[in-house]
Structures are given as C-alpha cells and as structure tokens.
C-alpha cells in the first residue's frame, strides 16, 4: 500500500505471535492465550495488525458442576475503501466478560449455559466517526457424547 491507496494485502507479510498458558490445581483451574498478528505495512495511519486474547477461571464445585468466568478481547485496524482508491483507518474492539455453568449430568450429557454482555466499539478518527455496541447475550446447550 502506497501513498494511501488500497494495494494487494495479500503480498504483505504477515506475522503471527501467539501463547497460551493452561493450569489446573486442586478445584481451581486457568486457561489464557494471546494471539498477535502484524503485517509489514509502511503506509502511514494504516494498519491491518489485529490481537485476541482471552482469560478463564473455572471452579469445579461438586464433582459435576463447573462454574466459571472469562474475560476475552479482540482489537483490530482495518481499512475501508473511501473514494477513488482513498483509504481510512477503522479501529475496533470487541470485549466480552462471561459467567458461565456446566452441570454433568450424566457420564455423556452435559448441560451447560453462559451469559455475557457484549461491547464492540467502531472508530474512523480520520472522519470523526465514532460508534459503540453493546448487547446481552444468553445462551443454553446440550452436549451429549456418542
């Protein structure tokens, strides 16, 4: 990308990073990654580098109920095409924190289900637009094991 128009973005190279860390003692487990991802990109204002990460405590309180939070972010730039082969910075970010439960019900069926207030943010500062999200989302499953 040059002079602040829209090239190939698939002859960029791209970098991933990433790491994740998982520990579990007694009732108590954790489990947390980050995935970094840049692009060598000389355009000013310009970038397409993106990171997620994630965290998770969980509670095993009887042998088959497991209670648990996490916390999980994802933030982005990215380009919009404007006018003309124009471009325009847009960033984002997404976070979510969870509460959740899983109830084993039996050896193969488990029962679970999550709740988590969403938060997603939009921003072109070029253009001096600016935008948040938000909404709740609740969701129930039931996994069975063949």
């Keep these: 990308?040059?002079?602040?128009?829209?090239?190939?973005?698939q002859q960029l190279t791209r970098r991933r990073l990433g790491g994740d860390?998982?520990?579990?003692?007694?009732?108590w487990s954790l489990e947390a990654e980050l995935i970094?991802?840049?692009?060598?990109d000389d355009t000013p204002g310009i970038s397409e580098d993106k990171r997620f990460y994630y965290?998770?405590?969980?509670?095993?309180?009887?042998?088959?109920?497991?209670?648990?939070?996490s916390y999980w972010?994802?933030?982005?730039?990215?380009?919009?095409?404007?006018?003309?082969q124009?471009?325009?910075s847009v960033q984002q970010r997404v976070e979510v924190p969870t509460m959740g439960v899983s109830y084993q019900l039996?050896?193969?069926?488990?029962?679970?289900?999550?709740y988590a207030p969403v938060n997603i943010d939009l921003e072109v500062p070029s253009m001096g637009l600016a935008e948040t999200i938000e909404f709740r989302h609740l969701s129930t499953a039931i996994s069975v094991v063949f």
Excluded at 1 to 9: K, W
Excluded at 61 to 67: D, N, P, S
């Design 1 to 9: 990308m040059e002079g602040g128009t829209i090239g190939d973005l």
């Design 36 to 40: 970094d991802v840049s692009y060598d």
């Design 106 to 114: 039996r050896e193969s069926i488990m029962l679970k289900a999550q």
């Design 55 to 69: 965290g998770t405590l969980g509670y095993q309180a009887t042998e088959r109920l497991l209670l648990y939070g």
């Design 86 to 88: 124009q471009v325009s």
């Design 73 to 84: 972010v994802t933030t982005g730039h990215g380009v919009e095409q404007i006018v003309a």
């Design 21 to 27: 860390l998982s520990c579990a003692t007694r009732d």
